[in-house]
């Protein structure tokens, strides 16, 4: 999904790479010493990527992997960093261009919530999540999860910055982007991908 964004902003921007935001749950297996069994919810991270992929589909999937795997512990410490590190360390990373665009996967929700499961996800849309006058997280955010066999995406972003068309054009992109990945990667032989089929919903 990674390749598939930075492969379609840095066509839009015309820049060889893609600065994103990405936003982790924090319950990452990363620490021994860490148990949140008796814990509910999730430890927020965010963390900044430049993400190359450029090239044939299957070298920009392998230079995503090895861009996404070279963050040291999967971001979990840059906000520490960021605003409780060392003076030097906190200069540093806010003079570092921000990344205008979130990215974030919720995950499997298919796994967490089968047939014995108390609570299931509601049907009914919920309403608006915050107020409409209130600050946007990002410029653009792009939320997804996977649910009953489906892969779903959400855009948001501000009227008055973009206009619609502008981010219909790109998520039509990367619908297609990522449509091409997804055939590609079943395409492949068996040993040097595992492919997963989704039911893509617009």
């Known amino acids: 999904m990674l390749t598939a964004l930075a492969r379609v902003i840095t066509r839009w921007s015309g820049q060889p790479a893609a600065l994103i935001q990405l936003e982790g749950h924090g319950?990452?297996?990363?620490f021994d010493s860490v148990d949140l069994s008796r814990s509910v919810g999730w430890f927020t991270s965010l963390f900044p990527v430049r993400l190359e992929a450029a090239g044939e589909l299957s070298s920009a999937i392998k230079s995503v992997k090895e861009q996404l795997r070279a963050v040291p512990g999967k971001g979990i410490g840059y906000g520490l960093l960021r605003y409780l590190g060392t003076p030097e360390a906190r200069a540093t990373l806010s003079n570092l261009a921000a990344p205008r665009i979130t990215f974030n996967y919720l995950g499997q929700f298919d796994r967490q919530f089968n047939e014995s499961a108390l609570f299931v996800p509601a049907t009914q849309g919920s309403g608006q999540a915050q107020d409409p006058d209130a600050p946007l997280a990002n410029w653009l955010t792009v939320e997804g999860?996977?649910?009953?066999?489906e892969l779903a995406l959400q855009w948001g972003f501000s009227g008055e910055m973009f206009e619609v068309a502008t981010v219909q054009r790109l998520a039509d992109d990367y619908a297609a982007e990522l449509t091409a990945l997804i055939a590609h990667c079943c395409a492949t032989p068996a040993g040097r991908s595992r492919p997963r089929t989704f039911r893509w919903r617009a």
């Open 27 to 30: 319950r990452e297996d990363l």
């Open 145 to 149: 999860q996977v649910y009953g066999g």
